[in-house]
């Protein structure tokens, strides 16, 4: 079983800045992708940013230049820079975390609050 902590969350103007981390604990063998993704209010949960252990990274077309996802040297953890930011980033953000081992699992935390308005 994995753990995931999600921190960062807040309430930021537009043009703002925040930056989301995750850390993963627990029982890991091997996490070959971390990612975050988002839901607001009454839509589907989205992809925002996903990074493989070796650093390739995905984004969402609509965070694309905006934002950053990162790992951290104990691939463990994930961060999300996220810039420019604008009303319709408001959403909950959880991290993911894809493990490999005798199949493939997919574990969540529990989400931050991102808000942006002015």
């Known amino acids: 079983q994995v753990h995931l902590v999600e921190s960062g969350g807040g309430l930021v103007q537009p043009g703002g800045s925040l930056r989301l981390s995750c850390s993963a604990s627990?029982?890991?063998?091997?996490?070959?992708?971390m990612g975050w993704y988002r839901q607001a209010p009454g839509k589907q949960r989205d992809l925002v940013a996903i990074?493989?252990?070796?650093?390739?990274?995905t984004y969402a077309d609509s965070v694309k230049g905006r934002f950053t996802i990162s790992r951290g040297n104990a691939r463990n953890t994930v961060d999300l820079q996220m810039n420019s930011l604008k009303p319709e980033d408001t959403a909950v953000y959880y991290c993911?975390?894809?493990?490999?081992?005798?199949?493939?699992?997919?574990?969540w935390g529990q989400g931050t609050q991102v808000t942006v308005s002015s």
């Open positions: 990074i493989t252990s070796g650093g390739t990274t």
């Open positions: 993911n975390a894809v493990q490999i081992h005798r199949g493939r699992y997919d574990y």
């Open positions: 627990g029982t890991i063998f091997s996490l070959p992708a």
